[in-house]
């Protein structure tokens, strides 16, 4: 980790009433992958629009690449990547008229799409329209198009949200090695499984504030709890039993357990990201 | 990283882009041929001219003299075509039974003791027909003309002097130079050529705003103000060419070229206002096409006016489209020049201003909250 990609102070915005994001400041330094975690309406979007220069702050400040978003959004927008939610592309154009249209926007000279086709596994459908893509595919190439322009930092908005496994593979390839390139990536996902292998550190957003932002690690550690679940049967019927691994009589349950006739199954049970984030924040992340 | 990437760039980026999509918008293309292929025929097949003359049937006996000095006499309009008998007349007036090809409108039959009876001084009747399209004034000329026949073979003075007169025709005098149908349709052409591209520049704009492609395209180094701008050149581009592209099979540049083409460059401009006021305004198909056909009517009214005699209404004279629409009709029909459509373009070009200034800040405000 290096020097900070973005750095955001204070940050609020409100919908009439209703603060979308309230008060919020975080950093990401480059190469790093920030998950950005939670529920619908928690304010993720709004972040995601605010740092992408779409809407502006009612108060607090927002640097990327240590540049004022509001002031020199122009500088900015060719050093970014964003791909959005939604599924916005041109279907009536092929998956290489869309990647050409943006290449002008970006002013890149003599722009092959193919490398970046053949990168999300698109090479082979390149004169297709988009129109007749699957959600997949349609999400691989916006996944192409943000990448484009090489960007410093991406913002990836649910970029793997119902997509098949061999998708979402593809896409969470890309995000690695966008990573390890060196970009500063902003992930907003449901998935606590993908934020948790592929983020750095994890912020949980809800009702328009950071509940908590740490690596997934320490906040399983602090938030979490860790397990053993055995199955044991007793008088023809099967009994399961947790044994909290951070009690003061760990030793001794464990050892009565281990011991005990009729032991089926042992499994040791770390606490996930959503779990962490229901005990935070006392909601779900499909609420 | 990428080059500095220049505004005219962006904005042609975004225009070549939507003329791609455009041409693959099956439904638009088809709808556009269509139409000019339509209006351009349908103009060749109006007619071309108006028939101002009347034919009259007579029948009579002894008044050769009479009616050749008539016939000599008469200024462009009547024509006198003599009849064996009565039932010749009739016959040729359609009432025979068999309908003969061209009809006459008017007939005069005059009883065969006609001259004598007006000289000894004896009533005598003339039957007048006449065809239930005939004008009322040409019905009552018709009996005034047996009068004056009557009065002039009994030697009788007409009971009042015939009195001096001179005839102030108010505008362009077009006796026997009337405009044809096929010219008062022409702005209506021209107008419908420009308002159909309303309905294409306002899909357009309504699939960026639906399918949120304008917030990608938002997103990269382009402002709003080249999407705006691309979206503006583009529709009034398109709009122009089409409207040029119809006049032009219609032949409609004999006259006043420039005019026209300064007129149709303006209503380009004033449709395209309206169409990036469709686009943002409708949250759908339905909706975009309900707001484009608010705009249309509208628009249409003026065009269709020009097709009925008289001065349009005064609402009619403020709606956007009449200042185009008298400088279409003024320059192409009556080779009006540049001091008689200046007032109407004048017109035009605030409409234009006015629409433009608001589809702007309509499509900007919807853009900024998507």
Known sequence: ?287 | MNAQVSRPAVIWAIIRKDLLEFSRERFFVVITAIGILFYGAAFWLLPSSVDESFTVGIRQTGMDDIFAAAMGGQSAGLAFVQFESVAALEAALGMGGAEPDEPLGIGLAFPDDFLQRVAAGQPSTVRVYVDANVPTELQRAMASFVREIAYALSGNPLPVADPGREVIVLGEDRVGDQVPFREKIRPLFAVLALVIETFALSSLVAAEIQARTVTAVLVSPSRVSDFLAAKGILGTGMAFAQAVLLLLIIGSFANQPLILLCALLLGAVLVTGFGLIAGSAGKDFIETLFYGMAFMIPLMIPAIAVLFPGTSATWVRVLPSYGLVQTVVQASAYNAGWPDVLPHLGTLLAWCLAAFAVGWFVLKRKVETL
Do not use: W
């Open chain 1, 1 to 287: 980790m290096s020097e900070e990609a973005i750095r955001v102070e204070g940050v609020s915005y409100a919908y009439g009433d209703v603060k979308a994001v309230d008060n919020v400041s975080f950093a990401v330094a480059q190469g790093e992958v920030l998950g950005f975690l939670g529920p619908n309406g928690a304010g993720k979007s709004t972040t995601i629009k605010l740092l992408t220069g779409q809407m502006r702050p009612q108060s607090g400040e927002i640097a990327i690449l240590g540049m004022d978003v509001a002031k020199e959004r122009d500088k900015i927008q060719g050093r970014i990547g964003v791909c959005f939610e939604e599924k916005n592309l041109y279907l009536n154009l092929s998956a290489r008229e869309n990647l050409n249209f943006f290449a002008r926007l970006f002013g890149i000279a003599d722009f092959d799409p193919m490398p970046l086709l053949r990168r999300v596994g698109l090479a082979d459908r390149a004169g297709d329209r988009v129109k007749g893509f699957s959600k997949g595919m349609q999400q691989r190439l916006m996944v192409a198009r943000c990448l484009m322009n090489t960007p410093d930092i991406l913002f990836l908005d649910e970029p793997t949200d119902g997509l098949d496994p061999v998708s979402s593979q593809a896409i969470r390839r890309v995000i690695e090695e966008e990573s390890a390139r060196g970009a500063a990536i902003l992930l907003t996902t449901h998935d606590m499984d993908e934020a948790d292998k592929l983020s750095d550190r994890v912020a949980f957003i809800n009702d328009g504030k950071i509940a908590v932002l740490d690596t997934p690690e320490n906040l399983k550690l602090a938030h979490g709890q860790r397990t053993v679940r055995v199955r044991i049967r007793e008088h023809g019927e099967v009994r399961e039993q947790v044994v909290p691994l951070d009690a003061a009589d760990t030793g001794d349950q464990l050892k009565a357990v281990v011991g005990a006739e009729g032991l089926l199954t042992i499994h040791t049970e770390e606490a996930t990201l959503e779990a962490v984030f229901i005990s935070l924040t006392g909601r779900g992340l499909q609420a």
